[in-house]
């Protein structure tokens, strides 16, 4: 079993930036990929970045590549999600996920609320 919780999230001004943490507990093993996912109001959710827990390789949709950026540090078991010149359409809750190899999402964490105003 694995148990994620979200951190960071909140209110910022538009070309602002967040930090998003998502600290892991549980069993996690090299196949494991971690992910953030975003549900904006009245939308489908939308896949943000993978992280390999092993070997840290990213991977983007052509739509998130340059303003946001994943990261973990093993040491710390957490994955973070650095985001850059934040836009109102941003604004959606934050999930993170993990899942035994790429592209799948087994656990879900709570998720965190991204504010970004106008």
């Known amino acids: 079993q694995v148990q994620l919780v979200e951190s960071g999230g909140g209110l910022v001004q538009a070309g602002g930036s967040l930090r998003l943490s998502c600290e892991v507990s549980?069993?996690?093993?090299?196949?494991?990929?971690m992910s953030w996912f975003r549900r904006a109001p009245g939308k489908e959710r939308e896949f943000v970045a993978t992280?390999?827990?092993?070997?840290?390789?990213?991977y983007y949709p052509d739509s998130m590549k340059g303003r946001f950026t994943i990261s973990r540090d093993n040491a710390k078991n957490t994955v973070y999600l650095q985001m850059n010149s934040l836009k109102p359409e941003d604004t959606a809750v934050y999930y993170c996920?993990?899942?035994?190899?790429?592209?799948?999402?087994?656990?879900w964490g709570q998720g965190t609320q991204v504010t970004v105003s106008s």
């Open positions: 996920t993990a899942g035994h190899g790429m592209g799948s999402s087994d656990y």
């Open positions: 549980g069993r996690i093993d090299s196949s494991y990929v």
């Open positions: 992280v390999t827990w092993y070997g840290g390789s990213t």
